[in-house]
């Protein structure tokens, strides 16, 4: 039988992504963790593309509608308090003030909304974003958080993510890790792919998708991480958790993974992605 495309991604799937089918975790154990969980929403970065493509240039990019009415950090916020979490930290830089004027301190919502801005006006990623909201005390250093890129929509889910992301942090937690990422098992690839076996083309397919898994933005971290961001980030250069803080941990064995279907998640990085989320969110 010859290989096809969709063959030799599904063989690469099973090497390089497998799944926790054995850990269980009840509803009560889900709500005792929301409980102990503060929603991080970074929003300091500038989006200058999708910005200039919306000609949204005197807003910050999470403030850009989604559908008519929210912006795209109102519908995280309110999807989060739909299931109960009503703590909320927003990480700003770019127009931090009309960020904050936006959203206020969220009482209309019925949730509290905590701004932790950059250190004196300076870039230092979203690395030094959390480890300044955890020094200032914004960032309860006792609470799980979830770190949601709120460009980074997940629309459709038949359960709350929410809750999903939690109890996939709960299995990582039964199995001795301390941060749990959520990822989309397969992405799609933006043009045709092949197989090509001594200069002859055997397979094509238009638009594939790669069975590597993709982060998705999302981050659940147990209290136990912000040690880590202490000894490891420095508020002295812009950095990234992924690449400073998460690495160790997996080193450690420590980091975990869930799945949630690749098609649930839009990332909104430039108008392709928008009108993709509007139209998700019009056919609900």
Not at 101 to 119: F, Q, T
Not at 171 to 188: D, M, Q, R, S
Not at 255 to 272: E, G, Q, R, T
Request: proline share 5%; charged share 25%.
């Amino acid at each position: 039988m010859n290989d096809t495309l969709d063959s030799v991604m599904a063989e690469l799937k099973s090497r390089i992504n497998t799944a926790d089918t054995k850990t269980t975790v009840t509803k009560s154990e889900i709500d005792e963790l929301k409980r102990n969980t503060v929603v991080v929403l970074p929003a300091g970065g500038k989006g200058t593309r999708i910005r200039a493509e919306t000609h949204s240039e005197e807003i910050n990019k999470v403030m850009i509608p989604v559908d008519g009415v929210r912006s795209m950090i109102e519908k995280t916020i309110l999807d989060y308090s739909s299931i109960g979490i009503k703590e909320f930290v927003v990480l700003t830089g770019f127009l931090a003030e009309k960020v904050e004027d936006h959203l206020g301190d969220g009482s209309r919502w019925g949730v509290s909304i905590k701004y932790s801005r950059d250190p004196d006006g300076r870039k230092v990623g979203n690395a030094g974003a959390i480890l300044h909201a955890l020094n200032s005390g914004i960032l309860d250093e006792n609470r799980t958080s979830i770190i949601h890129n709120p460009d980074d929509m997940i629309i459709g889910m038949s359960r709350p993510y929410g809750d999903v992301f939690l109890e996939g942090h709960l299995k990582g937690l039964k199995n001795g890790c301390i941060a749990t990422f959520v990822v989309v098992p397969e992405t799609p690839y933006q043009y045709s792919g092949l197989i090509i076996k001594s200069g002859f083309v055997r397979d094509i397919t238009k638009y594939p998708l790669i069975s590597i898994p993709a982060h998705t933005g999302i981050t659940v971290f147990d209290p136990e991480v912000y040690d880590y961001f202490r000894r490891l980030v420095s508020l002295d250069v812009e950095s990234s958790f992924e690449s400073v803080v998460c690495p160790t941990i997996a080193n450690e064995s420590r980091l975990f993974a869930i799945n949630i279907p690749s098609k649930h998640w839009v990332p909104v990085n430039d108008l392709k992605g928008l009108e993709q989320a509007r139209g998700a969110l019009s056919s609900m």
